[in-house]
């Protein structure tokens, strides 16, 4: 455990708190007796602050989700496709001019590669369609701290998923300088 999170505990404090979790101590017994206390502000304004910051928070992930979502399907998979696409035509010519007992000695490495490309597009384009419909029911549906919680629980773990296999992809692929489209 990070040595802050020690410390914080030690004095008694929330550090694992998500933001939902977080707001919503904003409005709590305690920090409304404390703003209250000493005038700064009442209950009511306390709950507006706190419904505000919860919808800039479910407004901000969801941007983050519609720009990850666009970039993985339309700047970082058709770089990866043509990637792929020049080692699997590689290999093909290999196989032309190999003899084949050393063809699949020769390939394997482009290969497994070609595999491990294809399973990230995969998995990014598969996580990529149910965040898009995740995101666009949450817009659909009521705000605060429901869908706060449900950006935090749902939407989160999957542009960190989508980032995974594209940084994985990333990893991956010839970085030309000379390529106008570069993952």
């Avoid at 149910?130 to 449900?150: I, K, S």
Wanted: proline content about 3%; hydrophobic content about 40%; overall charge negative.
């Amino acid at each position: 455990m990070a040595e802050w999170k020690k410390e914080a505990e030690r004095r008694g404090l929330d550090c694992g708190l998500s933001v939902p979790e977080s707001l919503r101590a904003f409005t709590s017994e305690q920090s409304v007796r404390a703003f209250g206390d000493v005038g700064v502000m009442s209950e009511a304004e306390l709950e507006s602050r706190k419904e505000v910051f919860l919808e800039t928070y479910c407004r901000k992930v969801a941007i983050e989700a519609r720009v990850l979502s666009d970039m993985t399907t339309n700047h970082v998979i058709p770089v990866a496709i043509r990637y792929q696409n020049m080692l699997v035509e590689n290999v093909r010519d290999l196989k032309e001019v190999c003899q084949p007992k050393d063809f699949q000695r020769l390939s394997a490495s482009q290969m497994d590669l070609i595999e491990c490309i294809a399973s990230d597009i995969a998995e990014a384009e598969k996580t990529v369609d149910a965040l898009d419909a995740e995101v666009e029911e949450l817009q659909a549906g009521p705000e605060g701290y429901d869908a706060a919680v449900r950006y935090q629980n749902e939407v989160v773990p999957m542009l960190e998923e989508i980032r995974k296999h594209v940084d994985s992809l990333e990893m991956m692929i010839d970085s030309d300088k000379d390529r106008k489209s570069v993952v």
